[in-house]
């Protein structure tokens, strides 16, 4: 059994930088495809980066391009996600997602995935 636990969140300034980790146990995690998701009340979790099981394909929403950076510790067993330059409308609780499907493919549908995190609050103040 995979168990995934974010951490890192809080509360900051726009214009900061925060850094999530998510940490894996119950298995190696090295040849498994990620997902860092992100939801606000009422709106459907939406995929905010994502890595291949490969871990060189990468993908970012429009919305965190060019200030959001998904890279995988492979000695830490831990996906982090960078995140700089914030803005208010980063606002959310952040969730990290894994699956092995045998492909070097990156997943943005939440279904997709077969284990998750309990998510960890990220807040930005303007």
């Known amino acids: 059994q995979v168990q995934l636990v974010e951490s890192g969140g809080g509360l900051v300034q726009t214009g900061d930088s925060l850094r999530l980790s998510c940490a894996a146990s119950g298995r190696n995690l090295s040849d498994y495809a990620w997902g860092w998701f992100r939801q606000t009340p009422g709106k459907e979790r939406e995929c905010v980066a994502a890595?291949?099981?490969?871990?060189?394909?990468?993908y970012y929403a429009d919305a965190v391009k060019g200030r959001f950076a998904i890279f995988k510790d492979n000695v830490k067993n831990t996906v982090d996600l960078q995140m700089n330059s914030l803005k208010p409308e980063d606002t959310a609780v952040y969730y990290c997602a894994t699956t092995q499907r045998g492909r070097d493919y990156y997943y943005l549908v939440p279904h997709t995935y077969d284990y998750w995190g309990q998510g960890t609050q990220v807040t930005v103040s303007s």
């Open positions: 890595l291949s099981e490969g871990g060189v394909k990468r």
